[in-house]
C-alpha cells in the first residue's frame, strides 16, 4: 500500500518571502501522479498543483512549483512570494494511475502560517 | 467547471436518528465518487469509493451498515449516517471523479459538518 509523509505538522513564513513544505511517499509502481492539495479555514478542498510521475520536468503553477525527485520519492511544494491567502492546510497526495479506483492517499497536512 | 456540490452544508440532530448527505457533480458526470471523513486538525480518511450503479466499495473498518452509499446516477451520490451517535460526529467530504487514469482527476464538494446530541 501507498503511504504518504509529511513530516512538518506546521510552518511559519513571512509575507513575501518563499517556503517550502515536505511530502515523501511510498509506492512500488512506476506511475502515478502526485498532488497538493490546500484546506484553507472554509475547508474546501483546492488543487494546487500536480505532478505525473512519467514528467521529469517539475511542475509550476504560477508562484506555485515542486521539486519532484522520483528516486528518492520526494515532493516538495514551493510557495513565492508567500501572500496572506496562502494561509491554510496543506495536504500531499497520491493517486495511482491505474484501476478504476483512482484514490488519493493524503498525508497527514502542513499548516502554513503566513505573517506580516 | 467541474463544481461539485453537498447539502447540506451543517447538519445538527439527535441521537439515534439518521441523516443523509447529498453530493452532486454539477457539471459533468461523475463514474466514481469518493466519501470522506476528516476529525479536526487531521487528514481526510477515505471512507468509501462508489461507481455509479454498483455497491459502494468501503475502506476497512468502515461500518457499512452505518453508512450507508448509494450512486444512483452519474451526478448524484448519497451518504446515509443511521442511528447517528455523537462518535459520529465530524466533517463529511465527498469527491467526485469524471474518469480513471488522467481522467481520474477528483473535484471536491465543500463538505458537510454533522454533529450529533
Known amino acids: 500500500a501507498q503511504t504518504v509523509t509529511q513530516s512538518q505538522p506546521e510552518m511559519s513564513v513571512q509575507e513575501a518571502e518563499t517556503v517550502t513544505l515536505s511530502c515523501t511517499y511510498d509506492t512500488s509502481e512506476s506511475d502515478y501522479y502526485l498532488f497538493w492539495y490546500k484546506q484553507p479555514p472554509s475547508r474546501q478542498m483546492i488543487l494546487v498543483i500536480r505532478q505525473e510521475a512519467y514528467k521529469q520536468q517539475n511542475a509550476t503553477e504560477n508562484r506555485f512549483s515542486v521539486n519532484f525527485q522520483k528516486a528518492a520519492k520526494s515532493f516538495s511544494l514551493k510557495i513565492s512570494d508567500s501572500q496572506l491567502g496562502d494561509a491554510a492546510m496543506y495536504f500531499c497526495a497520491y493517486r495511482t494511475s491505474t484501476g478504476t479506483a483512482s484514490k488519493l492517499t493524503f498525508g497527514t497536512g502542513t499548516r502554513l502560517q503566513v505573517t506580516l | 467547471g467541474a463544481v461539485v456540490s453537498q447539502h447540506p452544508s451543517w447538519v445538527i440532530c439527535k441521537s439515534g436518528t439518521s441523516v443523509k448527505i447529498e453530493c452532486r457533480s454539477l457539471?459533468?458526470?461523475?463514474?466514481?465518487m469518493f466519501w470522506y471523513r476528516q476529525f479536526p486538525k487531521q487528514s481526510l480518511m477515505l471512507m468509501a469509493t462508489s461507481n455509479e450503479g454498483s455497491k459502494a466499495t468501503y475502506e476497512q473498518g468502515v461500518e457499512k451498515d452505518k453508512f450507508l452509499i448509494n450512486h444512483a446516477s452519474l451526478t448524484l451520490s448519497t451518504l446515509t449516517v443511521t442511528s447517528a451517535h455523537p462518535e459520529d460526529s465530524s466533517f463529511y467530504i465527498c469527491s467526485a471523479s469524471p474518469g480513471t487514469g488522467i481522467w481520474g482527476e477528483q473535484f471536491f464538494g465543500p463538505g458537510t459538518r454533522l454533529t450529533v446530541l
Open positions: 457539471d459533468f458526470q461523475a463514474t466514481t
